[in-house]
Nanobody, 115 residues
Framework: QVQLVESGGGLVQAGGSLRLSCATS????????MGWYRQGPGKQRELVAAITSGGRTNYADSAKGRFTISRDNAKNTMYLQMNSLKPEDTAVYYC?????????WGQGTQVTVSS
């Protein structure tokens, strides 16, 4: 059974940093890409950052220069380092895996940035 477990969310002041982690298990097939989505209050879910199996990264304009996505294949874990956080970054952040068998989602972790 595929499991994606996010951690690292919490409450932080504007300008602060958080590092989200996504631990994966039960994936015994090819992963095309992994990424982070978020959904803020009253907003649609949006892509924040993605990383391909080859290590190519892609960021939303709102995340460029502040967020860094990475993965540790040995630990089956993906990370999102978020710096210079803003109140508008407040959202539930979801880990996503795009594999040959489909797309898998984590349950999400709440990030709240206070002004």
């Amino acid at each position: 059974q595929v499991q994606l477990v996010e951690s690292g969310g919490g409450l932080v002041q504007a300008g602060g940093s958080l590092r989200l982690s996504c631990a994966t298990s039960g994936i015994y097939f090819s992963i095309n890409a992994m990424g982070w989505y978020r959904q803020g209050p009253g907003k649609q879910r949006e892509l924040v950052a993605a990383i391909t199996s080859g290590g190519r990264t892609n960021y939303a304009d709102s995340a460029k220069g502040r967020f860094t996505i990475s993965r540790d294949n040995a630990k089956n874990t993906m990370y999102l380092q978020m710096n210079s956080l803003k109140p508008e970054d407040t959202a539930v952040y979801y880990c996503v895996v795009d594999a040959t068998t489909g797309r898998y989602w984590g349950q999400g972790t709440q990030v709240t940035v206070s002004s």
